[in-house]
């Protein structure tokens, strides 16, 4: 079991539905993280949110929207999705931006866009 | 010129087999450098990392950072099929906000 929990873990949603993914850490990590991952493809940055400071990859389209209610918790705002955004959603977390002990993963959401 | 370059494979092996991986990097700047192995339909799992040139051993895996090549491996001894998963490097720099990875290679280790 990964100390970074993700739900739900598969999501199938139509392209003019609202949707969230939610991922918690208790591990009192300053850092969180989310990232999209296609098959075979390594893990791209979507969102860095680090101190309550929020950095965005600025190729990320504005369907995909973060939040942070609090510093155990990461959301991710969806809303009119496209079938290209169908991916493995993974939410991440860490110590120190990950530079000495790396991220820690959640087994992540697997979202199907139709 | 990718940050940071991985040969995919696939790379199958028998039981018991060494196994190296390796990638290599264009950011001089980069200081810290990881492994991850995910399984499918899985998030990537923490297996090593280092800090700046030198080894380091966890059991039945050593990593190993060159940075006067910009060059880093992984060598897993006495390959289990547990081991079959992608391996994907990771690494960042003293002033990055996140890490960069590598495209991952995918490992069979076939019984």
């Known amino acids: 079991d990964t100390e970074v929990t993700q739900t739900p873990k598969h999501l199938v949603m139509g392209m003019t539905n609202k949707k969230s993914l939610k991922c918690e850490q208790h591990?009192?990590?300053?850092?969180m993280y989310w990232y999209k991952q296609k098959a075979k493809k390594p893990p791209e940055l979507m969102f860095v949110y680090s101190y309550e400071k929020l950095s965005i990859n600025e190729s990320v389209p504005s369907r995909f929207s973060p939040e942070c209610p609090n510093s155990s918790l990461l959301n991710l705002h969806l809303h009119a999705l496209q079938p290209e955004d169908s991916a493995l959603y993974l939410c991440?977390?860490?110590?120190?931006?990950?530079?000495?002990?790396?991220?820690?993963f959640g087994s992540g959401t697997r979202l199907t866009v139709v | 010129q990718k940050e940071v370059e991985q040969d995919p494979g696939p790379l199958s092996v028998p039981e018991g087999a060494i196994v190296s991986l390796n990638c290599t990097y264009s950011?001089?700047?980069?200081?810290?450098f990881m492994w991850y192995r995910q399984y499918s339909r899985k998030g990537p799992e923490l297996l090593m990392y280092t800090y700046s040139s030198g080894n380091k051993e966890d059991g039945r895996f050593t990593a190993q950072v060159d940075k006067s090549s910009k060059y880093i491996s992984l060598f897993i001894r006495d390959s289990q099929p547990s081991d079959s998963a992608t391996y994907l490097c990771?690494?960042?720099?003293?002033?990055?906000?996140?890490?960069?990875f590598g495209k991952g290679t995918t490992l069979s280790v076939s019984s």
């Open positions: 990771a690494m960042i720099s003293e002033a990055g906000t996140a890490l960069i």
């Open positions: 950011n001089s700047a980069f200081q810290y």
């Open positions: 591990m009192g990590h300053r850092a």
């Open positions: 991440a977390s860490s110590q120190d931006q990950g530079k000495l002990y790396g991220y820690t």
